[in-house]
């Protein structure tokens, strides 16, 4: 199927530890990105990213980081994990010239 | 203040009724997004737009870019139009701004 995908769908974990969410899209775009809903379901950029560019909300903390092994993939790595970084985190990808963004699953993240 | 307004935030309607839900919002756009949020978590765009309306089926999106305004209306709701409506804007400064989310429930 075409289509984003992301995992683990459900990831817990303890504070201070370091994790991934991986993301993979199928649809020959050329741009991703990574948001994150919070427990109000506010969503909210965290990364745009194609070839050439790296946007970078400035509200997120260094401690997160994506890393783009192909142009079909977008990885997050959060390293030293907070309590407040528990929420559902969205990959999403779109083709340059065309914002519109297909979304994966989502990722559950709960920090304990 | 957010830089993308919605309203109303909740929403209930019987089944068949028009709906609208709009969105305000303050900075210069390259593109307007309206996205649904089913219950179970998924997100999908439904209309990406600049200007004027879009129509898919029973959604209608319209944007007035002097206002700085868009509106989506369902006509003929349906139980299984019951999500949360989002509205988001990619700015001309190469940011993205999500509204707080409209929760729209449809009652047969």
């Known amino acids: 199927d075409t289509a984003v995908s992301q995992t683990p769908k459900y990831l817990v974990t303890q504070m201070g530890n370091d994790k991934s969410i991986k993301c993979e899209q199928n649809?020959?775009?050329?741009?991703m990105y990574w948001y994150k809903q919070d427990s109000k379901k506010f969503l909210k950029i965290m990364f745009s990213?194609?070839?050439?560019?790296?946007?970078i909300n400035e509200t997120v903390p260094n401690r997160f980081s994506p890393k783009s092994p192909d142009k079909a993939h977008l990885n997050l790595h959060i390293n030293s994990l907070e309590l407040g970084d528990s929420a559902v985190y969205f990959c999403?990808?779109?083709?340059?010239?065309?914002?519109?963004?297909?979304f994966g699953p989502g990722t559950r993240l709960t920090v304990l | 203040k957010n830089e993308v307004e919605q309203s109303p935030q909740n929403l209930t309607a019987q089944e068949g009724e028009f709906i609208t839900i709009n969105c305000s919002y303050s900075?210069?756009?390259?593109?307007l997004h309206w996205l649904q949020q089913h219950p179970g978590g998924g997100i999908v765009s439904l209309f990406m737009l600049s200007s004027g309306k879009k129509k898919h089926g029973r959604l209608i999106a319209t944007i007035n870019i002097q206002e700085k305004h868009s509106s989506l209306h369902i006509t003929a709701s349906h139980p299984r139009d019951s999500a949360v409506y989002i509205c988001?804007?990619?700015?001309?400064?190469?940011?993205?701004?999500f509204g707080t989310g409209t929760s729209l429930t449809v009652i047969p």
């Open positions: 988001a804007v990619g700015s001309t400064g190469n940011q993205f701004y």
């Open positions: 649809l020959g775009h050329d741009t």
């Open positions: 990213y194609n070839n050439k560019e790296l946007i």
């Open positions: 999403a990808s779109s083709q340059v010239g065309n914002n519109e963004q297909f």
């Open positions: 900075v210069g756009i390259s593109a």
